[in-house]
């Protein structure tokens, strides 16, 4: 099946699935936020998912099978695991050197309103059902700024991809939130993540055509000195001087010229 212009209109496990190897060459995601918005209707069953936290440590998180929206779930572990679990199935789509570009903002522990709505600017009214969940994860107090984009990102790499690159995406003029105790959050972040260390990259492949014409070209121009200079040097030797030996030079190509020239027009 040709899969190019073809909208899938599915939940990502299911429509990722509907999908075979190696297909994409990039990726581009904003997965829901941790906590912030109810997406009503698009629960799902997850299985359970065992993945590493972070890549220097040994220890595995498992989140049990559970039922829920994609950033509803009752802890940020899980929230990471879910993620992870589908990032794995993205990765069996993307070839071998494909990227995917991940969009993740930040939540906010509980305490005060909950947590982060630095996202309302979007569409104020489609975040009246946001999250109601005020508790702040067990072992994490109030007024926490949890760490979620981090988090994803170190799970991710403990999983297998190379996270290549951290992108801010820089909010110059963003919603002010009604906090007094902390500065507005103004950014999110967008990863860059690969299978393998090497990728397909249109700005290195530009590089390296315009790195090859710039060889040509100077190697161009080096010969062209050297045979140049060369043509001097054997003159100089055998006039004497610098000066005198460009001069000759120049006259013996005219010389040559003329005599050539007085040739072909001989009269018979
Ligand atoms: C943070 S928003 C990203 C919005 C997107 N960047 C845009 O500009 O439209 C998360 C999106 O994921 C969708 N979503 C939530 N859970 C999903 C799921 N399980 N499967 C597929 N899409 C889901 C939501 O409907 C929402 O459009």
Request: aromatic share 14%.
């Amino acid at each position: 099946m040709n899969w190019t212009n073809t909208i899938l209109y599915e939940n990502v496990d299911a429509g990722l699935k509907m999908l075979p190897d190696d297909l994409v060459q990039t990726i581009v995601t904003s997965p829901p936020y941790f906590g912030l918005r109810d997406y009503s209707g698009i629960t799902q069953d997850w299985p359970e998912i065992t993945y590493k936290p972070v890549w220097y440590l040994d220890h595995h998180i498992k989140v049990p099978a559970i039922n829920c929206q994609l950033g509803q779930e009752a802890h940020p572990t899980y929230f990471i695991g879910h993620l992870v679990y589908i990032f794995r199935e993205a990765k069996r789509v993307l070839k071998d050197d494909g990227t995917l570009w991940l969009n993740i903002a930040d939540s906010f522990s509980a305490g005060g309103l909950g947590y982060s709505y630095q996202t309302l600017h979007a569409s104020p009214k489609l975040y009246t059902k946001s999250h109601s969940y005020k508790k702040a994860p067990k072992g994490l107090n109030n007024k926490n700024l949890i760490g979620i984009p981090w988090m994803i990102a170190q799970a991710l790499q403990a999983d297998g991809w190379y996270l290549r690159s951290d992108v801010i995406w820089s909010k110059p003029n963003p919603m002010p939130e009604s906090v007094k105790d902390r500065p507005t959050r103004a950014h999110e972040y967008v990863f860059l993540l690969s299978k393998h260390p090497n990728y397909f990259d249109k700005q290195k492949s530009k590089m390296k055509k315009i790195f090859i014409v710039a060889v040509f070209f100077k190697a161009l121009v080096f010969f062209l000195l050297f045979y140049l200079a060369t043509a001097i040097y054997n003159d100089v030797q055998d006039s004497g001087g610098i000066g005198y030996g460009i001069g000759k030079f120049m006259n013996e190509i005219d010389k040559g010229r003329t005599e050539s020239d007085t040739t072909s027009f001989k009269p018979q």
